[in-house]
Every structure is written in C-alpha cells, then in structure tokens.
C-alpha cells in the first residue's frame, strides 16, 4: 500500500508514533488512530493548509474555485485529511464550493484487508446558518461517505432573528447536521472558545483549510489569546502548524488573496520543517511558536 508523504509526519506526528496506524482504522479495534495532539490538552491540534498560486491567490476572480493543487499534491492534501479527526471550513467556501472535504483520492485498499481510512469531521463556521440543506457534505452523510458534519453558529440577539435561525436550524438538523452553539466575539466566532469546545467534543486535532476569510481569521489570532477574560487570563495558541502547497502559476490582481491585512510584528515564529515537491507544485510544512 502506498504510504503517506514522509513531509506530513516529519511536520505534524512526534517522532514516536506508530506509522503503520497513522490514517487507517480497523473497525473491529477500539483503539483511537493515531492524531496529531497539542501540548495544550484544552484544545485540538491545529494545521491551516491551503493551495496558492505565486502570487498568493487562492481563488480566482469573485472567488471563483480554481484547482491549484496537481493531482499529486491533492494526494497529499487527502491524506493530511485521514490524519485529522475534523476538517473545518468557512460558509463562504462551503456555499461557493460544495466540497466533499473527504479521502476519494487515496490509493484504493484491498478488500480482504480489514483497515479502513480514518475520515475526518466536516466542521463548518457558520454564524448565519446560511449551510444549505442539499449540500454534499449532508448527502455524503445521508449515504455513508461522511461523517455527521458540524455547523458552528451563534444565537442571534433579537426575538425575530432568533425564530429564523431556529427554523434554519431545524432544518439543518433534520438534514443531519449537528448545530453547535458558541459565543460571538468581533471577528464573527471566537477561535479561541471554538477550539475549547471542539476538544471537549473530543476532537484532538483539527485541519483548518480555508478559504480566505477563515485563513486571515485563524492566521490573526494565532498568537496568544485570551479565553476567559478575567483578573487571571487563561491564554491559548491557535494554530501549531502550515502547509502550504505553491502551483506554479499566477492568478493576478482580480484573485481572492488572505494576506492583506497581516502584521508581521502580530505574526507567530515559523519553524520550517521541510520542503516536498509533488509533481510540479511545492509543499512547504512549518510548525509554530509564539514570537
Ligand atoms: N485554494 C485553497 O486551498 C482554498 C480556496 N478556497 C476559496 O476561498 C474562497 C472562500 O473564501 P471566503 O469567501 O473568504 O469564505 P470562508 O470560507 O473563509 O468563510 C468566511 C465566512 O465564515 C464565517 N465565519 C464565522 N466565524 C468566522 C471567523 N471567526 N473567522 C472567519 N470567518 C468566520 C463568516 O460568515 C465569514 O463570512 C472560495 O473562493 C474558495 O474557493 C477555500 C478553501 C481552500
Ligand atoms: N488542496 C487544495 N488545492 C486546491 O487547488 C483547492 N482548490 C483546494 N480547495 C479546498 O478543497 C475543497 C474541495 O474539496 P473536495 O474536492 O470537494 O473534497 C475546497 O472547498 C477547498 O476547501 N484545496
């Protein structure tokens, strides 16, 4: 069987994990497979990865979806997905894509072998449940192929707001969707109180994969921030570790972008790990620490 890329260990397991585990479960085993895990048990382990042209661009004009990645980088990309419990995206991503945010393009397993690819949970951040009910992240659900997705949301102040997000939210849940609840802060949802949550939830490592809105979101406050504001803050850091792919190509000027507002000075330390071509893109894995 073909093995996962050496550059997705080296970046997000420790060096003593058991590899023949890593993305694969057997069904009739209790045992967990192997994740990435934070130092910080309050929260999952977290990777932004993201596809981008030379220029930057991660979509093309009006957020048109552009395939960037080649196909043996999406290879990788599908396997950093089996070694994630749960893949997150933004509405904006979820509504303009439909994605399916599954393992389809991983070598195929032969039959007698009992070891299937670990899926990861969709997780999608949506403070309007503006999700729709058809998407195929629900049909994927419906038919087996995916697992219960997760729509994060936050209650509506008003009366009249709150009776259109309720029936929005029934028909999600009606659809399968779990709709988890979390506080609002400025930016939308607090990644901070997400990441809390989603580890009580039991989800130890999460894969943060776009788009623009959500990369800067994650991208701004990965420094230190504070969970529950008080005489004694209590701290936590959002993101451990980047992978990037670059696609030898330029989008130009009318392409969606992340990297606008970004302060250097507010920027976590980059630790390089390795570099990987596959095909003709380029794959870049870094791990984080606070500056
Ligand atoms: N090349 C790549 O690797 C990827 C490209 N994309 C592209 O990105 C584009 C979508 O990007 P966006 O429109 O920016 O949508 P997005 O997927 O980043 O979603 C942004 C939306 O998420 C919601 N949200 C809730 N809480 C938030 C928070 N704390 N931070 C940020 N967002 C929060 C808001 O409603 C916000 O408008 C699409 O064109 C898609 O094709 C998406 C993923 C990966
Ligand atoms: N790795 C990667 N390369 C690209 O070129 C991309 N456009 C993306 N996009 C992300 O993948 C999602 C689509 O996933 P499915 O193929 O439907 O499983 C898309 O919504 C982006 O999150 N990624």
Avoid at 123 to 134: F, G, Y
Avoid at 212 to 217: L, R
């Amino acid at each position: 069987m073909a093995k996962p890329p050496s550059i997705l260990f080296n970046t997000l397991f420790r060096a003593d994990t058991d590899w023949d585990h890593v993305s694969l479960y057997d069904p009739d085993d209790d045992r967990p497979v192997p994740s990435p895990m934070a130092d910080d048990t309050r929260r999952p382990w977290v990777t932004l990865t993201f596809a981008q042209s030379l220029d930057a661009k991660i979509a093309g004009e009006a957020g048109k979806q552009l395939i960037l990645s080649g196909k043996e980088s999406m290879v990788m990309t599908h396997w950093m997905r089996s070694m994630h419990d749960a893949i997150l995206v933004g509405i904006g991503t979820a509504l303009n894509d439909n994605p399916q945010l599954n393992t389809r393009h991983l070598p195929q397993l032969s039959d007698d072998g009992r070891k299937k690819y670990n899926l990861p949970r969709p997780i999608i951040l949506d403070t309007h449940l503006r999700l729709r009910s058809d998407c195929k992240l629900l049909s994927n659900y419906k038919v087996g192929t995916g697992r219960r997705p997760w729509v994060v949301s936050t209650t509506p102040g008003s009366d009249e707001g709150f009776s259109a997000w309720e029936k929005k939210k029934k028909i999600l849940e009606a659809a399968g969707a779990r709709v988890i609840n979390i506080e609002p802060s400025q930016a939308g949802l607090s990644i901070p109180s997400l990441l809390t949550i989603l580890r009580t939830l039991g989800v130890r490592s999460l894969m943060v994969e776009g788009g623009a809105g959500v990369i800067k979101s994650f991208l701004t406050s990965a420094q230190l921030q504070d969970i529950a504001p008080s005489d004694q803050p209590s701290l936590i850091q959002t993101v451990d570790a980047i992978i990037v792919t670059v696609a030898p190509t330029f989008v130009g000027q009318e392409g969606v972008g992340y990297g606008d507002d970004l302060l250097a000075s507010k920027m976590l330390n980059m630790k390089h790990i390795c570099t990987e071509l596959f095909g003709p893109d380029t794959v870049m894995g870094f791990t984080t620490t606070l500056s």
